[in-house]
């Protein structure tokens, strides 16, 4: 069975700022959630990873996004160094199998030879996750719910990798050409 893990936004991007101007970023947590009414829900969980303990957090509820339970394809190498020691403190550089893929994601990989980026999100109809294209109206379910656990083993499946997501980072989505 997988572990059910919710992320969502205590903090958007720019809602704060610094003394010179210059932008917060947004701050995320995980965990548990317990949706509110309105704008806002409570998640029980830890901030960006750090699990020592478990707090309570009030989230913007349009933020929240449930895992996938699938890792994507980021290699060890691809990660900044800050990453890197981030997933030393609990781990070892030998278990990282990649980023853990939210609803919400903006992903992109190779599928059919072409480069495609899509948004991961829930399809009611099939109660499972897939890519919505940006320029597309259906998304396109995942098939094969382990394919991103295949990819080093078919040439041409869809190797997804996390680039941002839709919250922090909407602007990926726009002008892009294959989706």
Known sequence: MRELIFRGQTRRP????????EKIPGNWVYGGICHGKGDFSVMYGYVNGEQSSINKFVVYTDTV???TGLTDRT?????????QR????????????????????????????SVWRGVIVWIDE???????????????????ASFLKQL????DQFAAKVIGNIYDNPELLDNYGNT
């Open 126 to 144: 099939i109660a499972g996750f897939g890519v919505r294209y940006h320029k597309r109206s259906e998304p396109t379910a995942w098939e094969n």
């Open 75 to 83: 290699e060890w190498d691809e990660l900044t160094a800050e990453e």
């Open 14 to 21: 720019g809602e704060k700022i610094r003394f010179n101007g």
């Open 65 to 67: 996004g449930q895992s």
């Open 86 to 113: 981030f997933w030393l403190r609990n781990h070892i550089a030998e278990q990282w199998t990649g980023r853990l893929i939210f609803e919400g994601d903006v992903v992109e990989g190779m599928a059919y030879s």
């Open 152 to 155: 080093r083993m078919y040439k």
